[in-house]
């Protein structure tokens, strides 16, 4: 009988630590859009737009084009810009996509966790941290980024450059991947 009954406990205390690592897993953060303007940013002619993108938010997160077709046209004949200032559960954060390009918000917590990137003349010479730029690309626990000025500017006109990006994957050690300029950086929703 008092084998059953710890049997019985143990089993208890086995799905109790299961159920317990799977919420872990599928963690999702509470996600509040404070301000949202598309237009001529950061100073020019622009509209506010927060209670469309509160609108468009769901429980996945917010994903939306910075488009004429969603926010009308503030200011014709120049490229807009939709900014969009938020909280992840209580963490104040901002998020700018270019006229034309999606903004995504994720919620859920993403296994693949981008420590710390690097984009210029590498290793020793010019470069820029793109850090915050890179984690916001990720996707699906995956990345996939072009190393290109035209996302990370151009630290050292007249050079090769190189993206560095320094991750690690549900929990694992850190790792590192490195391409040259023009060519795409993939981590795989692997770690790979």
Known sequence: MKSSLAAGCVVMVMALFSSAILQA????????????EYG???DGTKSDVTEKCKAAATANGLTIEASNDNFGDPVEGTTKKLKVQYTLDGTA???????????????????LKIIKAHYGDLPDGAKTDVTVKV????????????ATNEHFGDPVDGTVKKLKIEYSYDGGPAKTKEVEENSTLTISNKGE
């Open 135 to 146: 984690q916001e690309m990720v996707k699906d626990d995956a990345l996939s980024v072009e």
């Open 40 to 42: 001529d940013l950061p």
């Open 25 to 36: 897993e599928d963690k999702v953060m509470k996600l509040v859009i404070v301000k949202a």
């Open 93 to 111: 954060m901002d998020m700018t996509a270019n006229e034309g390009e999606t903004l995504s918000i994720a919620t859920k917590v993403s296994k």
